[in-house]
């Protein structure tokens, strides 16, 4: 069953299959903000202060970052796909399986930021225990460019202090907050408290787990993957996060930075975020 519902006072769509998994996407952003995997218990992390509306960004969920990730470029942070209204496409069930599409197509006030044609397709399809997430992106131009990308996923914890990652083990990492480059060597990897880090070229599929089971977590098309939880003293600096918010989840997210996407006229880049409870 697919049926609009309203989510933070926005147009969102309800995705439910025959097994009873079930997903919840917002226009604004494209956002997905909900899944419980069939007989489970919700799995995205939403904070109870998130705001949505245009211009506003949604914490929680799978914020779609594109065209540009963090601050690596003029546009505003984390780009505009995120504060953007997207359009529903359309709804299947099939095979067990429930999908729905999302798309954002250029207009002027896109090309003010970033002046190229492009349209993007947010794709989820969820089944039993699984969620797929993919974005495509198509450049409908006579111009190449070049971006950066990422499906910031807020996964839900008990208690991030005891939640484990493991799967980046001899991976290469930039820590944003320092600056220094080093390989992971901790496997499984615990969380003390602020983390933010890119992995480059992190191949293996991750699994993280917390009181609320293991998590399977696998990428394609990105090549990167971003960990952040901000920590005691940004979560107090954040208005959308309580101050112990940071406790009840982990971002892993599927992300292209180190090489930007280039896409010519008229072709097509697919990254993928897929999870299994
Ligand atoms: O607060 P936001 O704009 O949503 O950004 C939240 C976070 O996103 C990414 O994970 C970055 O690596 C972090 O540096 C940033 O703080």
Redesign the pocket.
């Known amino acids: 069953m697919i049926e609009p519902v309203q989510v933070l006072g926005q147009p969102a769509m309800r995705l439910r299959g025959s097994d009873g998994a079930q997903a919840t996407v917002l226009l604004h952003g494209g956002q997905i903000v909900s899944w419980i995997p069939a007989g489970d218990i919700e799995r995205l992390y939403l904070s109870p202060q998130a705001v949505a509306g245009p211009g506003q960004?949604v914490r929680g969920g799978i914020p779609v970052i594109f065209p540009q990730f963090?601050r690596r470029g003029t546009l505003p942070?984390?780009g505009f796909a995120r504060t953007m209204a997207w359009q529903w496409v359309e709804g299947h069930q099939r095979a067990g399986a429930v999908t729905g599409v999302l798309r954002l197509t250029d207009d002027e006030t896109t090309r003010a930021l970033w002046p190229h044609r492009f349209e993007a397709e947010l794709s989820l399809s969820l089944s039993g225990l699984r969620l797929d997430v993919e974005l495509a992106v198509d450049n409908t131009g006579d111009a190449p460019f070049s971006f950066t990308a990422a499906l910031?996923t807020y996964l839900r914890c008990d208690d991030v202090l005891r939640a484990r990652l493991s799967g980046l083990y001899g991976t290469r990492y930039v820590d944003?907050l320092t600056g220094q480059e080093q390989r992971q060597e901790i496997d499984p990897q615990g969380f003390v408290g602020e983390i933010?880090r890119i992995y480059f070229d992190a191949r293996e599929p991750l699994s993280l787990s917390t009181a609320f089971g293991r998590m399977r977590i696998e990428q394609e098309g990105f090549d990167d993957v971003?960990v952040?939880n901000p920590g005691p003293q940004k979560a107090a600096a954040l208005a959308d996060l309580s101050d112990d918010g940071w406790l009840e989840m982990l971002?892993v997210?599927a992300a292209c930075i180190g090489r930007p996407v280039k896409l010519a006229p008229g072709s097509e880049w697919v990254g993928r975020q897929a999870f299994e409870a």
């Open positions: 960004a963090e942070r984390h910031h944003s933010d971003v952040w971002c997210e």
